[in-house]
């Protein structure tokens, strides 16, 4: 059976203090998981050794990293490499974000090399794809994102694939307000999982835990997480706030 995840992007927010205060208030609040529910954290990197700390013990909490790089090791300034993510005790690392394709200028290629990064230290990953606005008002957003799969993780055999989890992100819902209704998503969603059936399989399809994403909040999150091909979400801005974020562990939970 797949799982069911719930995993927290803070993006570039909160500073030490406060998110070693969010993670406690999570904690305070956190509802009994069973073994086919997650909660991911993925803070900035600045904060993942505070976080590691502060879950120790906990296997259904894992932590998660926005980001890795795409080469292995080197004179890359500024860079953080999936290995040393793998030594801070990371789980998961969020790859292909809209944020990094769009003001970083990540492209397929170097979401692949990511990609590879990743599952060659062990982390598990989180693909994110997703179309602007533009795309879905042409009609054209399921090839749109079948094309971004593709080219980020259609080179990797059946038992690597086992460690993605794809976040579906429409750009035009991520922290604006507007979400996707829980039609589109579901409808992107089967597009998503019949992608991947057509080339690894029905049963590797059905496995594959797919995310939804953009301006998901306790008030919508239930409907979201009710449609058959959505197993939960990728939470920006409500995953700052406790009371929040704590709703939607609980819409996952019983979903
Ligand atoms: P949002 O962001 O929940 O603030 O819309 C989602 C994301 O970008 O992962």
Same mark, same amino acid.
């Given at each position: 059976m797949r799982k069911k995840i719930v995993a927290a992007n803070w993006k570039m927010n909160l500073n030490l203090t406060e998110g070693a205060e969010l993670v406690n208030e999570i904690f305070k609040g956190l509802p009994p998981l069973s073994e086919d529910r997650r909660v991911v954290i993925a803070p900035p990197y600045l904060h993942l050794t505070q976080t590691a700390a502060q879950l120790t013990g906990m296997i259904d909490v894992c932590l998660g990293a926005q980001n890795c790089y795409s080469e292995a090791s080197g004179a890359y300034t500024g860079e953080i490499s999936a290995a040393m993510l793998k030594s801070a005790e990371v789980d998961y690392v969020i790859i292909g974000h809209s944020e990094r394709r769009e003001y970083f200028k990540e492209d397929d290629a170097t979401l692949a090399k990511k990609v590879n990064q990743a599952l060659i230290n062990e982390l598990q990953v989180i693909f994110c794809c997703g179309e602007p606005l533009e795309i879905r008002d042409a009609n054209t957003q399921n090839a749109y994102v079948e094309a971004q799969i593709k080219?980020? #993780?259609?080179?990797?055999?059946?038992?690597?694939?086992?460690?993605?989890? #794809?976040a579906y992100e429409p750009i035009w819902a991520i922290g604006t307000g507007r979400t996707a209704t829980s039609e589109q998503a579901q409808d992107m969603h089967a597009h998503i999982?019949?992608? #991947?059936?057509?080339? $690894?399989?029905?049963?590797?399809?059905?496995?594959?835990?797919?995310? $939804?994403?953009?301006?998901?909040k306790p008030s919508n999150a239930a409907e979201l997480f009710a449609c058959a091909d959505v197993d939960g979400g990728l939470i920006g801005g409500a995953s700052l706030k406790a009371a929040e974020f704590l709703g939607i562990i609980n819409a996952m939970v019983e979903a």
């Amino acid at each position: 059976m797949r799982k069911k995840i719930v995993a927290a992007n803070w993006k570039m927010n909160l500073n030490l203090t406060e998110g070693a205060e969010l993670v406690n208030e999570i904690f305070k609040g956190l509802p009994p998981l069973s073994e086919d529910r997650r909660v991911v954290i993925a803070p900035p990197y600045l904060h993942l050794t505070q976080t590691a700390a502060q879950l120790t013990g906990m296997i259904d909490v894992c932590l998660g990293a926005q980001n890795c790089y795409s080469e292995a090791s080197g004179a890359y300034t500024g860079e953080i490499s999936a290995a040393m993510l793998k030594s801070a005790e990371v789980d998961y690392v969020i790859i292909g974000h809209s944020e990094r394709r769009e003001y970083f200028k990540e492209d397929d290629a170097t979401l692949a090399k990511k990609v590879n990064q990743a599952l060659i230290n062990e982390l598990q990953v989180i693909f994110c794809c997703g179309e602007p606005l533009e795309i879905r008002d042409a009609n054209t957003q399921n090839a749109y994102v079948e094309a971004q799969i593709k080219a980020g #993780i259609f080179h990797l055999s059946e038992l690597q694939l086992k460690n993605v989890v #794809i976040a579906y992100e429409p750009i035009w819902a991520i922290g604006t307000g507007r979400t996707a209704t829980s039609e589109q998503a579901q409808d992107m969603h089967a597009h998503i999982r019949s992608v #991947i059936a057509a080339q $690894y399989g029905a049963a590797v399809a059905d496995d594959m835990p797919i995310l $939804y994403g953009g301006s998901c909040k306790p008030s919508n999150a239930a409907e979201l997480f009710a449609c058959a091909d959505v197993d939960g979400g990728l939470i920006g801005g409500a995953s700052l706030k406790a009371a929040e974020f704590l709703g939607i562990i609980n819409a996952m939970v019983e979903a």
